[in-house]
């Protein structure tokens, strides 16, 4: 069998992709969000808010003692208040670094440590994103959080030969996060517009399809170390 732990499996990509794993019944999937919206005998659902950060820290996750290969997938992702930093209030600012960089960061401490003995092929893949190459006004945060990502997943892969760890990019995909971007307000995000013709000209791409090439990633990761964007695969 193989395991996979996914953060925000709610909707968008998250979702996607775990339908998608759950159509082999080898796989077995933990989901951690805030909702559940996927009910299969080889689903579990962990119910949380990834700001509880202390509550991270008690997770257990499964023993999978079985498993040829067990993976860990930071999804979930907030975009954030769309602002230009200056007017922004502080709570939200923290929770945009906790979502994006510090639970992934948190989880993948856990992770590491559970599994670091298992003979299980280990797999953490994190949802990059353009931005963080990309500086965009009025995303401060959501940008320099998924730069921040990028780099914990170089992190722990020096530091953990053993562990296979890929961030990559999906694009710009039809999801609720690219929904919340339309209804900025523009004098907060000047590419407001941009945004919205990417929906109205039909460019973002359906979150099945991005799933599609994360699975494929997932089947064959060694291959996709250099990969940063899914638009590679
Ligand atoms: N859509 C794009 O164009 C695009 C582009 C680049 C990168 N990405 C990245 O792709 C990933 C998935 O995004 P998406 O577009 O699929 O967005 P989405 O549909 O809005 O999904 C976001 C997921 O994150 C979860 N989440 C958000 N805040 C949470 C919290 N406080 N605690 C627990 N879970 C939380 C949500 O679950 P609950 O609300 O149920 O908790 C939801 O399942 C994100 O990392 C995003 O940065 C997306």
Redo the contacts with the bound molecule.
């Keep these: 069998m193989r395991g996979f732990i996914i ?9 996607a992709l775990c339908d998608l794993l759950l159509e082999d019944d080898q796989n077995v999937v933990l989901g ?4 559940q919206s996927i009910e299969h005998a080889n689903y579990e659902h962990l119910h ?4 509880d950060i202390s509550e991270l820290e008690d997770i257990d996750f499964p023993d999978w003692s079985h498993a040829e290969q067990i993976s860990l997938i ?6 954030g208040p769309i602002q230009k930093l200056g007017k922004q209030e502080v709570g939200a600012i923290a ?1 945009s670094y906790i ?2 960089l510090v ?1 992934p960061a948190v989880l993948s401490n856990q992770f590491i440590a559970k599994y670091q003995s298992s003979v299980a092929q280990k797999v953490i893949l994190s ?5 963080s190459r990309s500086p965009i006004a009025g995303w401060s945060t ?1 940008c320099s959080s ?1 730069s921040g990502l990028d780099m914990l997943s170089k992190c722990i892969a020096e530091e953990n030969s053993n562990f296979i760890c890929l961030s990559i ?10 929904n ?1 971007i339309r209804f900025a307000d523009e004098s907060e995000f000047p590419r407001l517009k941009e945004f919205q013709n990417y929906y109205k000209k039909g460019e ?1 791409v359906g ?1 099945k399809e991005v799933a599609e090439k994360y699975k494929i990633a997932l089947s064959d990761p060694a291959k996709y170390l250099d990969i940063n964007r899914v638009s590679e695969i």
């Design positions: 953060t925000g499996t709610s909707s968008g990509i998250g979702k951690i969000c805030r909702t949380m808010d990834l700001k930071h999804n979930a992702g907030w975009i929770s979502i994006n639970a949802i990059g994103s353009g931005a959501y998924k990019a999906p694009g710009k995909v039809d999801t609720p996060m690219q919340d973002l979150a």
